[in-house]
């Protein structure tokens, strides 16, 4: 029995996402654009927003970040949205493919909501959060071509990198999840419970 939580696709075009940010007003920097930088020039008093990680976009909130302006739930439900809006619309200027293909709110039930992402971020097949965005740097291009050598990811939307199970076994046709592996291995083996 093999079973994966989930598949690979590739990897061709690294996506800034700190630049497209910027590009748009929700994050400022202090100075110009860089590589190297890990939130370290950003004018936090007039950024909204900024990404870190691989799919995490945090919104830069008031009482969780050090020096957080948004205010309250309504200032921050209508800037998601917004976000939401406009990543959902982000083409590629290269070829007019979307970069986003879904764009996910963490409930404000999730347990460490003090360190959780506001925003996951749900890559289209091709496209993933280049290797600055996931420690929150922020280059001058929005997207570019992948030039390294790790070509294959699954830190997309989720949709397109779906788990697998393989078994030398029938098992009942069903749309699994990892969640139903104990029970498969439990009816397997006659494993009572």
Known sequence: MIMS????????????VNAWLAHRGFLTLEGPPRDDSTLA????????????????????????????????????????????????????????????????????????R??????????????RASWQTGVGATPAEELEGNRDAWIGDHCIDPAFVPGVLFTNFAVAPASYSIRDLPAVIFQQFNISR
């Open 5 to 16: 939580d989930h598949g690979f696709t590739t990897f061709d075009r690294a996506v800034h």
């Open 41 to 112: 020039n950003l004018n936090w008093k007039e950024t909204e927003a900024y990404a870190l990680g691989l799919n995490g976009l945090y919104l830069n909130r008031k009482g969780r970040e050090k020096h957080g302006i948004v205010e309250n739930e309504r200032q921050a439900d209508a800037l998601l949205a917004n976000l939401r809006e406009q990543l959902l619309a982000w083409r590629d200027p290269t070829n007019g493919e979307k970069v986003m293909t879904s764009v996910a709110e963490v409930h404000a039930a999730v347990q460490n």
């Open 114 to 127: 003090a360190t959780a992402p506001d925003l996951i971020l749900g890559y289209a097949p091709g496209y």
